[in-house]
C-alpha cells in the first residue's frame, strides 16, 4: 500500500476515472502498532490497513498488488483500465 501511496505522489500512475475505485481510496484508512517483543530493533512496529464498516477494498488492494508487481520497471507510467 505504501508502494501504491509513493507512486500516485510521484505521479506515476494513472487513475481510472472509477467512482468505486476511488471511493474506495479515499476511505482507506491505517493505524500503527506497537512493536512486538520477537521485532528487529530496527523494525518500529506494523501498520495495519482498515475499511470501515459496510465499506469493501478489494479493487483498491488489486490496484496496489498490481503497483507491487510492477515495481521492477523503472521509469515506466502505468495506466490501469477497470471492466
Known sequence: MI????RMEQKRLILPLDRT???QINE???RYGKPRPDENP????TVTFYHPRGAHDDQLWALALAVYAAKEKP????????G
Do not use: I
Open 21 to 23: 475505485l476511488l471511493a
Open 42 to 45: 530496527e523494525e518500529r512496529g
Open 28 to 30: 482507506q484508512q491505517y
Open 3 to 6: 508502494l501504491l501511496q509513493t
Open 75 to 82: 521509469g515506466k507510467l502505468f495506466a490501469f483500465r477497470m
